[in-house]
């Protein structure tokens, strides 16, 4: 496992202790909707702390309007409300009396195992935010920045998003990306540092939305969590803790409109970070993983398909 999506319990003071086999139902429009936690693999990491594998269901409906013809009234339409399954792959780490749990998952597709996760352990979980200032600042002078990204503050654009070697020494970025990480409102960071629970340099990609990727050195799953569990959970926090920007906003005020209340496309999600972003190119991809999968094909001799 080299990356994840990190979901916590949303009250700071709640534990997510167990992970346990799970089976409830619920009635809505006609159908019968389950939702199931299925542990498959159980294993231990350092200090006896398990880790669990396992598959997530949970099902839902959706209203989709239809049309039909009906020889009284001619063609007329209908919403028809339809049994809709998501289904994934876990893991997860249950915490203890001193020690916060967490779950993770491999895409923005999956997050959707965390509620189930906690309704199983009945605690209210979602999808967690880091702090990626503090988490840098505690290594700033370990840490190399290769991509950061922030917005406001900016004499010639309104965001801003640059990568490259140190680039907070550079001149033109350095104080708004300082800015940024001061004020914790950079939403990505990728960069490479030394890690005491990792043996060498790591180059990691971390996002403000919970998703954190390793992309060297090569990790098996107990040590990807390890490290998530020594370097990351520290920066992390849930849900009632508040966000950043525009979505601390629209929780403080539930009259303000949502997306879907908005004209236009709404913002593009990355396919494989699950980043929102305003830099997504027709792949699907945001510019830090573009970077990343080029580098890949570089390495395999290949050509990007980004």
Known sequence: MQRGIIGVPVQSHSRFTTVEPYHSTTQEYGHTLHAAIEPTEQRDLSGDTEFVEGRALKESTDDESKWYYDADDGIQRRTVHSKVQHASKFVAVPGDSGRQGFAM?????GTFAFSVLGRADHTLMDR??????????DREDDFSIRTGGCSGALDKADTLMA??????DDDNVGRPLDGALRSNTI???AGQ???PAVDGIMRVNLAASGYVEVWEP?????????WVRADILPYVRGADEGRND???QAEADPDQPGLDEFEGDEPDSCQRCGRESDTINDAGYCIVCRDKREEEAATDGGESDV
């Open 163 to 168: 990568w490259g070697s140190s680039i907070e």
């Open 246 to 248: 525009a979505s601390e």
């Open 218 to 226: 090569e990790l098996s799953t107990y040590e990807f969590l390890e």
């Open 187 to 189: 939403p990505q960071l």
């Open 128 to 137: 967690a935010e880091i702090d990626l200032g503090d988490f840098y600042f």
């Open 105 to 109: 998952v491999d895409s923005s597709d």
């Open 193 to 195: 540092y030394a890690s």
